[in-house]
């Protein structure tokens, strides 16, 4: 008889998708434990569904695949399971996720497509709801393009603490992490997927966040690895959506929305960026149309967290590593970040 080795049996097991989902029981950290006695095969699997229907299928499938292994005679899957009341569904694969400690809430600021200002928008709510008296974390998951360096004007290199962990490095009051501090800006990050993961899942287990009221996590566009990551590292509050007016923009935010969705995140809300510009002469011009942020959070029922203007100062801002929330809050962009904030503080508390 051939030897069969715990590695192939969690091989197999990765043609086992959780139901509604693409991705398997094993990426998932479903499998907790497997036996091996001459040809029987036991494997433990702890679900955070109380759905009967999920359990049945993703037995019933594991022990299928399990049984076209060689050698294999008999197959035992156990699964464990939390208690639920009747008619209370079926929770997504990461609802058993432990919370980062210290952390009260983390928000994912995401956008359907790129060039929306998304990462603007993280670093200037950011700063604005530490100056509403929050303890505030910014995280960049920006693996490809990172802009948080440059928007906050930190260019250090993070250093251990005590415990080994990687301190954030801090700017205008703000606790920051991102692979722009850990590799050389002029070299490019050329990662698959798994090492995306990785990354991500470091930058919470491997840095020491301390005592946050929020954790802001800047996404890279799109609906990719590092989105799917983050949802399956930690339990997120919420998600961000940020658009432009137009309907290009609108219609890749219906993607982002159903992604959050799909994994049980609640959608925080909406903001509207490059809302309209303000001619020298005092002329409202809308560049990209207006009111499709809106619009498009009436469609969806959730908040619409306001409109960001173009401003010459938001861009300036950015450049400088000084968001224009900081450097000129009583200014009209200023106030409409400041605005932004207190609409966010508001849905959390």
């Not at 229907?53 to 005679?73: C, S």
């Not at 996720?97 to 210290?102: F, S």
């Not at 930690?234 to 658009?243: F, K, M, S, Y």
């Not at 992604?259 to 510009?277: A, R």
């Amino acid at each position: 008889m051939s030897e069969l080795s715990e590695q192939a049996v969690r091989q197999a097991l990765t043609a086992v998708k959780y139901p509604g989902y693409s991705r398997d029981i094993v990426s998932f950290g479903l499998v907790q434990g497997i036996t091996i006695e001459q040809d029987t095969v036991r494997v433990a699997l702890q679900l955070s569904t109380a759905n009967a229907e999920v359990v049945r299928q993703i037995r019933q499938e594991a022990e299928r695949v399990l049984r076209t292994l060689p050698d294999v005679k008999q197959v035992q899957v156990d699964v464990s399971q939390p208690t639920a009341p009747p008619g209370s569904g079926a929770a997504s694969p990461w609802a058993n996720q432990n919370r980062l400690a210290g952390v009260r809430r983390i928000l994912a600021v995401a956008s359907g497509k790129g060039g929306v200002g998304k990462s603007t928008v993280s670093v200037n709510l950011a700063c604005a709801l530490h100056q509403q008296g929050l303890q505030v974390g910014l995280l960049d998951c920006d693996i490809y393009g990172p802009s948080i360096p440059l928007m906050m004007g930190v260019r250090e290199r993070p250093t251990l603490g005590e415990d080994h962990k990687m301190l954030p490095l801090v700017s205008h009051g703000v606790k920051l992490m991102s692979i722009g501090f850990l590799v050389d800006d002029t070299q490019p990050v050329i990662w698959r997927g798994p090492l995306i993961a990785k990354a991500i899942q470091q930058f919470f287990e491997a840095v020491a966040w301390g005592q946050l009221d929020v954790l802001l996590v800047d996404l890279p566009p799109g609906t990719g690895d590092a989105q799917l990551s983050l949802c399956q590292t930690v339990p997120l509050d919420g998600g961000i959506i940020v658009t432009t007016p137009q309907e290009a923009s609108l219609g890749v935010v219906r993607k982002s929305i159903a992604m959050f969705q799909k994994v049980n995140v609640p959608i925080t809300g909406l903001v509207e960026n490059m809302s309209y510009f303000t001619a020298p002469n005092g002329e409202r011009v809308e560049i990209f149309g207006h009111g499709g942020g809106r619009a498009e959070a009436e469609r969806q029922r959730v908040p619409f967290l306001g409109e960001i203007p173009i401003h010459t100062e938001i861009r300036e801002g950015g450049d400088r590593g000084l968001p224009v929330v900081v450097s000129l809050p009583d200014s009209p962009p200023g106030r409409a970040f400041a605005q932004l904030a207190t609409a966010v503080k508001q849905l959390l508390a």
